[in-house]
């Protein structure tokens, strides 16, 4: 039998159920990310991620990159992007925050940051919108895919070398020869890529009187249906060929040249190897110049920022990129004091990432070419 006071009880405690839910409701929607925001500012003003680090969480990926990847993206984003003028808060709700940044050159956006109930970032709508608009402008880039050496592949043909790099693994490389009273450059390729990527270019330089190695680098992969032998020598000894584990045997090859013609060694990086060649440039006395093809922050803590590299290298150098990289270089070397040879190129075209910007039939590649030529004629 249900009395009178039983219902009311009832009532009342439907009634207090549905207030404090409102209020846990409320409470949520309230959530603050303040110190969180503040973070994020913090690591751009600092170009570093220590400030936000905490509050990242290890399911933060971008797009379907995988999680892996997470930490050198975000070094990236803090360190290369142009100044942060102001980030601030326009609303929050459960799990989320509408943010506006304000960046010089790149202007004022809007998009939201994503968080877990332990208040960690999940997703950053920000660094989602830039990769999706650089991975666009790739795609809308008509490039050449591969090298092709055509006739002068044939007047200048490669010798097979072997040598080994500073903790014994063997470097597999292909030595263009001229003349052993000629000039040496060492040609370094790009992620994922091997010796191959020069097979056009390594001609040209014959012909303008140099003689070149190209060499598979351990951090690389398949390229133009060629292995690369240096990286599967590596993986058969069990070693982790990370970029930057690299440095040794652009170290070892600079040794190699250097003994073997008798002089400096220039030194013609591509991506993520132009940066170490900037980074070897600055002590290692057997190198002459660099030529350095879209360097940039690649390694994480593994390498200092070459924003900081560039004030200490006195070597010769011209770094080039393509025209959507050339801010992100330019800052690197902003409040650097230039040296006597030290240029950046900036195409006039879009130009391309790498050194596959010189590539027979690349649009855009006689410009840089010219540049090349003219840097190698003033270091002579």
């Known amino acids: 039998m249900i009395t ?10 439907k009634t207090l159920q549905f207030v404090i839910a409102i209020l846990i409701s409320s409470t949520i929607s309230a959530q603050d990310y ?61 799990g989320k925050a509408y943010v506006a940044y304000d960046f010089e050159t790149l202007g004022k ?5 994503h968080f877990n109930t332990d208040g960690k970032i999940i997703k950053i709508e920000l660094i989602e919108n830039l990769i999706k608009m650089e991975q666009e402008a790739r795609r809308q880039q008509q490039s050449v895919q591969l090298p092709n050496p055509g006739e002068l592949g ?42 191959m990527e020069y097979t056009d270019i390594a001609p040209k330089l014959n012909e303008l009187g140099y003689n070149c190695l190209a060499i598979d680098l351990r951090s690389g992969g398949r390229f133009a249906e060629t292995p690369n032998y240096t990286n599967q020598n590596a993986l058969e000894k069990g070693l982790e060929p990370k970029m930057i584990d690299a440095q040794q045997d652009i170290v070892a090859a600079v040794k190699y040249l250097n003994k073997r013609y008798d002089k400096k060694v220039i030194v013609f990086g591509s991506s993520y190897s132009s ?10 006395t057997k190198i002459k110049a660099v030529i350095g093809c879209s360097p940039g922050d690649y390694f994480q803590n593994d390498a200092p920022s070459l924003a900081t590299v560039f004030s200490k290298i006195k070597t010769p150098y011209l770094v080039t990129s393509s025209k959507q990289e050339a801010s992100t270089l330019s800052g690197l070397i902003n409040g650097s004091k230039l040296h006597i040879h030290q240029y950046q190129f900036i195409p006039k075209s879009d130009g391309f990432h ?27």
Do not use: C
Request: a positive charge; charged letters at 20%.
């Open 275 to 284: 940066s170490l060649a900037l980074l070897e440039s600055v002590n290692n």
């Open 4 to 13: 009178h006071s039983n219902f009311k009880s009832k009532r009342l405690i």
């Open 154 to 195: 044939n007047k200048h043909q490669s010798e097979t070398i072997e040598f080994p790099s500073q903790d014994g693994l063997i470097i597999h490389g292909n030595l263009y020869e001229v003349a052993k009273n000629k000039p040496v450059i060492l040609l370094l390729h790009q992620a994922g890529y091997n010796r």
């Open 34 to 94: 303040t110190k969180q925001i503040e973070a994020f500012a913090q690591s751009f003003t600092e170009k570093n991620t220590n400030a936000i680090q905490p509050y990242l969480s290890d399911e933060l990926m971008f797009g379907e990159i995988p999680t892996t990847n997470t930490p050198a993206i975000m070094k990236n984003i803090v360190t290369n992007l142009p100044k942060l003028n102001s980030m601030t808060i326009i609303k929050t709700e459960n």
């Open 109 to 113: 956006r809007k998009s939201h940051i």
């Open 354 to 380: 790498g050194s596959k910007a010189l590539w027979n039939g690349q649009k855009g590649a006689e410009d840089y070419w010219k540049a090349v030529t003219e840097f190698l004629t003033n270091i002579k």
